[in-house]
Nanobody, 124 residues
Framework: QVQLVESGGGLVQPGGSLRLSCAAS????????MGWYRQGPGKQRDVVAT???????GYAESVKGRFTITRDNAKKTVFLQMNNLKPEDTAVYFC??????????????????WGQGIQVTVSS
């Protein structure tokens, strides 16, 4: 199995910045795409940003120009730098990873894993 642990959330004023980190561990042979999703109050979980294993990134329209996703493959970590935060960015942010795993003699390709989520609140 793969474990994803997020850190870096909290309360910030509008216009402020936060940097989320997600550290992966477990039985992954390789991590394919990784990324961040978020779920606001009363809303569905939506993609924020994703990044391939060679660093190609994609963003939701609402965060383009403000958020930057990066990853450190050696440390199995993905980051989300969030600048110029707005109240509408308030949500629980979830780390996501697609990975190939080898566990108890079984190889599995392309499974999806999720972190437990971390709260980001943008408010004055």
């Amino acid at each position: 199995q793969v474990q994803l642990v997020e850190s870096g959330g909290g309360l910030v004023q509008p216009g402020g910045s936060l940097r989320l980190s997600c550290a992966a561990s477990g039985s992954a042979l390789s991590f394919n795409d990784m990324g961040w999703y978020r779920q606001g109050p009363g809303k569905q979980r939506d993609v924020v940003a994703t990044i391939t294993n060679i660093g190609s990134a994609g963003y939701a329209e609402s965060v383009k120009g403000r958020f930057t996703i990066t990853r450190d493959n050696a440390k199995k970590t993905v980051f989300l730098q969030m600048n110029n935060l707005k109240p509408e960015d308030t949500a629980v942010y979830f780390c996501w990873a697609n990975a190939d795993t080898y566990d108890n003699g079984i190889f599995s390709r392309g499974d999806n894993f999720w972190g437990q989520g971390i709260q980001v609140t943008v408010s004055s």
